[in-house]
């Protein structure tokens, strides 16, 4: 961390008239501006997970309603896997025609419909279970993995009391060596935090003839927040 140390020296000055002396600015007083971190690491204890189904037909009803039952099936399997209907959530529904080219000619082949939900697990202990269920129910592709801390706010402003204090530290330690010591603070300016996952949860796709019992490892989160503290030093 880069610590910059600000030393604004006063001056007397004998003026002639008192009121030249008035009108002089206040000399500003030495300040120390420095930055602070603070980390905080913890186990994931929630994930999100996107479980998709895709179907294909030459007519457009039969694709979507195909999809329809294979997608019911899958949240069915779900909900039997122990997963609320409040964690599940669709964020995509797409029907799309499909063309196969030949010499420079474009011929309909049929129409394929996807849907697409986001899983939210809680247990995480249940993860692999939720992915063989909806694997073994009909979907076709399981993507999107990422893990995640059910209290992530409560970890991001820990890790924010962390860097305040790591930054008062320097800021001492910065006075010190110039032989002075922490008047107050005057100014603290919070970086946005970062939040970073190891080993990071890689995309997948699972085929249809995937193992069961799917294992999962999770990881590690690690929160960081960051700070610019200002202090008048004396």
């Known amino acids: 961390m880069k610590t910059t140390v600000i030393a604004c020296l006063g001056s007397l000055v004998l003026g002639t008239s008192l009121s030249w002396a008035q009108n002089t600015p206040a000399a500003e007083p030495p300040v120390v501006v420095v930055q602070g971190e603070g980390v905080v690491r913890l186990a994931p204890d929630q994930a999100f997970i ?3 189904a895709e179907s294909r037909s030459r007519n457009p009803k039969d694709a979507q309603a195909t999809n329809a039952e ?3 099936a899958v949240q069915q399997r779900i909900a039997a896997a122990g997963v ?3 964690a599940v959530r669709t964020v995509s529904i797409s029907l799309q025609q499909e063309f196969d080219y030949t010499g420079g000619k474009q011929t309909p082949r049929g129409y394929v419909a996807r849907n697409i939900v986001e899983v939210r697990v809680d ?3 249940r993860l692999g279970d939720v992915m063989d269920a909806s694997v073994g129910s009909g979907a076709t592709s399981i993507h999107g993995l990422r893990f995640d801390l059910k209290q992530r706010d409560v970890h991001e ?3 924010l009391k962390l860097a305040v204090a ?5 800021a001492e330690a910065a006075a010190s060596g110039a032989k002075r010591t922490v ?9 946005a935090p970062v939040t970073i996952v190891r080993p990071e949860a890689a995309a997948f796709r699972m085929a249809a003839d995937a193992p069961a019992s799917t294992p999962v490892a999770e990881g590690e989160i690690e929160i960081r927040a960051q700070v610019t503290v200002t202090a008048v030093i004396k």
Do not use: F, N, Q, Y
């Open 183 to 191: 008047d107050r603070v005057v100014r603290i300016a919070e970086g």
């Open 70 to 72: 294979a997608m019911t």
């Open 50 to 52: 996107r479980i998709g």
């Open 166 to 170: 790591d930054a008062l530290s320097r």
């Open 84 to 86: 609320p209907k409040d």
């Open 157 to 159: 402003r820990e890790a």
């Open 123 to 125: 247990d995480l202990t």
